[in-house]
């Protein structure tokens, strides 16, 4: 029994040097970037991060249809309309790109659509806010869309491939949607005082918020080390919402529109903008589920997939009959 | 929630005459049309291709990812098989 317990002990520790030594040769693949691919061996906490992160990434382009969508039927002319459902399926094949991509991890689709109905998954924060006006859909184009792309574009070099492949596609289609987003701003813009000063409201209400979509500041952010060590991300929260601040900026003065930011000025010294406070607390009541819109849109997801269950199971029937038939 | 989750596809694109289908993603679906349907609309929504393939995923056989390097070994020593093994004597060309 002595000596048996002192071979199990001979183990763990074998056991214990072999998985150190392959986490090392994982952090030297990522280090000298390359890729990491579904089947290929990667720490538990890397494969849960990245589950989180882009299931996360992905129900956000399913809620993200809502807030648009919202406008589908009162656009101002057929052109637009056009544009804006060709915006919102876009926003549907991102979601899809991407649960393709989780499902490479081992998580199944209707386990992370479960996740999402049940509240136990988050999205982002951003689409718990109400599109008010028409103006509204030409600032989350040009505004969220904006941080969007600033997010995402890093992403494309992530250190999981599937993950980095989707965003490729994605981001292609997101340049589409900043542009009809300011698009929309512009002609506001040219229009009279009525169509200007909609498009100035609209700023005014989505400005944080889309300042918020960058996440807690650095020295907040629990998950940012570690990802940045795995090349899951590439900048930081700051730094990305520093850089949308920057060129964001120049783009509302062409307008002729005012950010709402009495803190805001550039310096000369840095080349950047500085700005003011962003309301963390208000982030938080709607990271926790309390923010203007969060039951409504979890509510409607819900509806539309059970009101939909019935198709997916019509649907199934008719493939088992087709194939008992073809068997038979 | 559907009793049974549709079966997943793997999707590939060939985007023009000349190229060989390529790998975009998967796509979930009832039945091998619906694959198709699905793939068409999540994949060339802005004519990304002339060619759809889609095959149920658990009908594609891998090689395994851990077992690579003994997998793929045996050409590892045989640096005869490219051109560069040979050295060329000066003053012949086009070679």
Redesign the interface.
Known sequence: MYTQGLDQAGKDKQLASEAEDRLSAFQARVDAEEKI?A???MPEAYRRTLVRQISQHAHSEIIGMQPEGNWLTRAPSLKRKAILL?KV??EA?HG??LY??A?TLGV???QM??DLLSGKAKYSSIFNYPTLSWADIGAIGWLVDGAAIMNQIPLCRCSYGPYA??MV?VCK?ESFHQRQGFDIMHALCSGSDKQKAMAQDALDRWWWPSLMMFGPNDSESKHSAQSMAWKIKRFSNDELRQKFVDVTVQQADFLGLSIPDDDLQFDDTTGHYTFGEIDWQEFLDVIAGNGPCNRQRLEKRKQA?DDG?WV??A??E??LK??ARTAA | MSKQEWPLYEVFIRSKAGLSHRHAGSVHAADDQMALDNARDTYTRRSEGVSLWVVRSDRIVASDPAESAAFFEPAEDKIYRHPTFYDIPDGVENL
């Open positions: 691919e089947k290929d061996w060709a399926q876009d094949g899809l790109y393709s991509a499902e199944s689709r209707d659509v479960a492949r989707a596609r289609e997939h269950a997916r199971e649907a199934q008719y493939a087709q194939a």
